[in-house]
């Protein structure tokens, strides 16, 4: 028998490890779905890639989950999302969302943040796409952008706080700080494990989380689709991998705070 | 008219940027070689990933420089040279040294070095090549391994000093100073650049720069093979790479001091 289209589940792809941070939030708000998670950890990182590779590698990646019937996408990587979305929206008929929007239209809704930051990859922040979106709603925001390619390795590290950390934070953030940007958007499916420690640097400023913002779009999404799974259990996280399972097993830890079982390889 | 063999040029292959160190090592020695280089930049790092990976991408690197009629082949990468050497050896008949041998020989030939530091990626390390090259000729040798991922992006960052990379340093190196190590092999292609801050923190210890020692290693494999070009003007350099042309170029400059051409973008 097959299973009714709703039932589905939601598929989630991101460069490796960070898109957790995403499916964290879905699975708190949608604790019913379904989830398949594929991280392309054989060609990690794409944030220091072209435009015309970043595109290829992330066809590759919808056709697994398409493979795997998922029911939508979510685009978790913000590399991905900046270069390669409005392309996969081209090509498939599948529901595709990625960060961005979400996270710029949480910046849209706040009053008064005139002065907005974003951080992220060196190529999603190249890409000027977060600015556009954002100019192409409200024309007199003043948009910052800082590429912070450091972030990425030190959360990979586990050093999530301490004199580096802070050091690197400073290095980067110092140019958003004297100009008292309202509020921040982490353009990074990596830079949420660094919101206390950036927070704190940055007093004051509204910290933007796209991957909870993502959540909700998703939820919404689903919502208007009549796509909700009417699943009444916890639902099933399948995990894979293109390479290096058992360091991403270890890493998950890190984003999920728990254990998840050791993810199949797959070649894409 | 097809070129002499020894006319060839010299292969060298990385898994991006890093391996330049090498070439410019190679082209100090041996001015009159010609040079292709390939930097594999669309699946940068392979500091982090498997084994079967990396001989996958190593072998499809090797066979884009045979299909350029090279006449020997410089691994530049210390994480492939680890990790595919010895099955890129089984599978073609071409001379290839990597730069671990390299590195090992140097450290051996130092009077009284029984207490040695690698550092390097984490497959590197991980792999255990090292260790196991410098125990099998002097079993009593005390050898300490420490990977040190934030070196890489911290120098493709631009920054080989000041407060970030010298508390990254002291954060991996402690131990080797606490322990007096006697001399530490550079285990990775980047970290030359870091050698001057690495010395200053490891005072006394003598310090093995692979690139230097590879660049050798091929001039005594020429020579031994008569090999060597019979040229008697500065040899081509032609740069491959599989994206991000640009960046590398932009790079280069930081690895080489000098300017080169924007390399050609090849699929592998």
């Known amino acids: 028998m097959t299973k009714k289209f709703n039932n589905r589940p939601i598929g989630i792809f991101d460069s490796g490890v960070g898109g957790l941070t995403v499916l964290k939030e879905i699975e708190r708000l949608l604790p019913f779905e379904d989830i398949i998670y594929f991280g392309d950890t054989a060609r990690v990182p ?25 029911k939508m996408i979510v685009i978790a990587c913000n590399t991905s999302s900046a270069l390669a979305l409005e392309h996969l929206r081209n090509v498939f008929t599948i529901p595709i969302i990625g960060v961005i929007t979400a996270g710029v239209n949480k910046v849209l809704s706040l009053n008064s943040a005139d002065k ?4 992220g990859t060196r190529s999603t922040i190249v890409s000027g796409s977060y600015e556009r979106e954002i100019q192409s709603f409200n024309r007199k925001a003043k948009v910052y952008s800082q590429a912070c390619p450091l972030f990425v390795p030190l959360v990979e590290e586990g050093l999530l706080k301490g004199k580096i950390v802070n050091q690197a934070i400073d290095m980067y953030l110092k140019r958003f700080s004297k100009n008292r940007v309202d509020a921040v958007i982490l353009g990074c499916t990596h830079y949420p494990l660094l919101k206390p420690q950036i927070s704190r640097y940055l007093k004051g400023t509204f910290i933007v989380d796209s991957a909870k913002e993502v959540a909700s779009y998703t939820k919404t999404l689903l919502l208007s689709k009549n796509l909700l799974s009417s699943n009444k259990y916890k639902g099933k996280k399948i995990f894979y991998v293109s390479d290096e399972p058992m360091a991403f097993a270890r890493l998950a830890k890190l984003f999920l705070k728990r254990k998840i079982p050791t993810p199949k390889i797959v070649n894409v």
């Open 46 to 70: 794409y944030g220091n890639k072209s435009k015309s590779t970043i595109v290829k590698f992330s066809t590759e990646c919808t056709l697994f989950l398409l493979k795997n019937k998922v």
């Open 116 to 119: 907005i930051g974003i951080i």
